[in-house]
């Protein structure tokens, strides 16, 4: 079973460029979440997608766009990129785990890509 | 929406002392996840537990849900222990989770 794996790995673009981020979710998992991590906080929530619809979204522009795939892989696209954009974006998917007599769901997240915007 | 608050925000302790970290949130929660981000900025795993005990080898945690508070403990810390670590709350069942700002643990040789 692989698991969550998220490209390119760095990324460097300047102000006013689009970017597009590829996420792969683990075996399984039909549900992705993106979250945007600013240096020396928290990830926040971007949006979620659920078999290929969004399923719910953060406090992001609509510059902040996605797709999920068949596949249940995602993309994360931004445009018209600002100099506050610089962050480590990550990928999340979700899936069951079943232990002893209980079930529930965890998420599991890849590496990150670091964008970084001149 | 939901607050989580972490404390301290920074620890520093020599290799072989015990820790305990602190995530307070706001509201009742029907998830709380433990991460450990890795200087690589790798998010790993630590506990699912929105409730309850669990122990993993030196690292143990505890959510009290109707105190709003959850504890992870480190014992034995090793310097592969530094990092940060994050707490992760999602109190709608949605899988939308609201983290904490972490604590950054600094393990010394």
């Known amino acids: 079973e692989t698991g969550v794996t998220q490209s390119p790995t760095h990324l460097i673009k300047t102000r006013g460029q689009q970017v597009t981020l590829r996420c792969s979710s683990q075996?399984?998992?039909?549900?992705v979440s993106w979250y945007q991590q600013a240096l020396g906080q928290g990830p926040q929530f971007i949006f979620q997608y659920y078999r290929e619809e969004e399923n719910g979204r953060g406090n992001f522009p609509p510059r902040f766009s996605g797709l999920q795939f068949p596949n249940y892989s995602s993309e994360l696209n931004v445009n018209a990129l600002e100099l506050d954009d610089s962050a480590l974006y990550l990928c999340?998917?979700?899936?069951?785990?079943?232990?002893?007599?209980?079930?529930?769901?965890?998420?599991?997240f890849g590496p990150g890509t670091r964008l970084t915007v001149l | 929406g939901i607050q989580v608050e972490q404390s301290p925000p920074d620890l520093i302790l020599q290799e072989g002392a015990n820790s305990t970290l602190r995530c307070n949130f706001s509201?009742?929660?029907?998830?709380l996840q433990w991460f450990h981000q890795n200087p690589w900025g790798q998010l790993i795993n630590l506990f699912y537990?929105?409730?309850g005990t669990k122990q993993n080898g030196r690292l143990s945690a505890t959510t009290v849900a109707t105190e709003r508070y959850s504890l992870l403990y480190i014992s034995s810390s090793q310097t592969t222990d530094s990092g940060v670590y994050f707490c992760a709350v999602d109190n709608f069942g949605n899988e939308k989770l609201t983290f904490g700002t972490g604590t950054r643990l600094t393990i010394i040789p």
């Open positions: 537990i929105p409730s």
């Open positions: 075996s399984g998992h039909n549900t």
């Open positions: 999340a998917s979700s899936g069951m785990v079943v232990s002893g007599s209980s079930s529930y769901n965890e998420q599991f």
């Open positions: 509201d009742s929660v029907n998830n």
